[in-house]
């Protein structure tokens, strides 16, 4: 079975780092994208970036640039969501997801989404 | 502020026909991908390309697109198809994916 499986609830204060995982199974992760989307509680989804497993090409989106860092460890066929110095409006659920096999515009793959709670 | 707009919310009767629209000027040059959405669970792809459905979406799920305005349409609505559903396709400058803002629809 394909699958993307994300690393569990964090509850983190506010200047402290964090990564969070997203690991598959079921499929060659070199040929695809990984990419993450945030959803802040009641809130739409928001695209924030993706990677290619195969050769780590990041792409962010503006609003997320500088503020998180995305990257991959295909040996281990896992990617990563981290940040440096988290603040209190990172709250959210973020989800990963793996590009379909025509390419990086749709995503048919979801990982359960990690929750991240920053409180002080 | 998304680059591509929804209207937030759409109700329809049980067995009758809804069409969920997304406008964006992107919309002219790429595709739109249509997410569905249920309440605590991860969003699941229901539309991709020119109108591909995923395995396991049933054919009453469409999608269709003209000019500067995507629709998805759910030919005879079911209960279980109550959900918040996003369109999602690249931006202005082709570099980045942006979501619309979603629309919740309601089976009446």
């Known amino acids: 079975e394909v699958q993307l499986v994300q690393s569990g609830v964090e509850v983190k204060k506010p200047g402290e780092s964090l990564k969070i995982s997203c690991q598959g199974s079921?499929?060659?992760?070199?040929?695809?994208?990984i990419g993450w989307v945030r959803q802040m509680p009641g809130k739409g989804l928001e695209w924030m970036g993706m990677v290619y497993s195969a050769n780590s090409d990041t792409r962010y989106s503006p609003s997320f640039q500088g503020q998180v860092t995305i990257s991959v460890d295909k040996s281990i066929s896992t990617a990563y969501l981290q940040w440096s110095s988290l603040k209190a409006s990172d709250t959210a659920m973020y989800y990963c997801?793996?590009?379909?096999?025509?390419?990086?515009?749709?995503?048919?793959?979801w990982g359960q989404g990690t929750m991240v709670i920053v409180s002080s | 502020s998304s680059e591509l707009t929804q209207d937030p919310a759409v109700s329809v009767a049980l067995g009758q026909t809804v069409r969920i629209t997304c406008q964006g000027d992107s919309l002219r040059t790429y595709y739109t991908i249509w997410y569905q959405q249920k309440p605590g669970q991860a969003p699941v792809l229901v539309i991709y390309?020119?109108?591909n459905r995923p395995s396991g979406i049933p054919d009453r799920f469409s999608g269709s697109s003209s000019g500067n305005t995507a629709s998805l349409t759910i030919t005879g609505a079911q209960a279980e198809d109550e959900a918040d559903y996003y369109c999602?396709?690249?931006?202005?400058?082709?570099?980045?994916?942006?979501f619309g803002g979603g629309t919740k629809l309601t089976v009446l």
């Open positions: 999602n396709s690249r931006d202005s400058d082709g570099d980045h994916r942006v």
């Open positions: 079921g499929y060659r992760i070199s040929n695809y994208w």
């Open positions: 997801a793996r590009s379909h096999l025509t390419g990086p515009d749709a995503f048919d793959i």
């Open positions: 390309g020119k109108n």
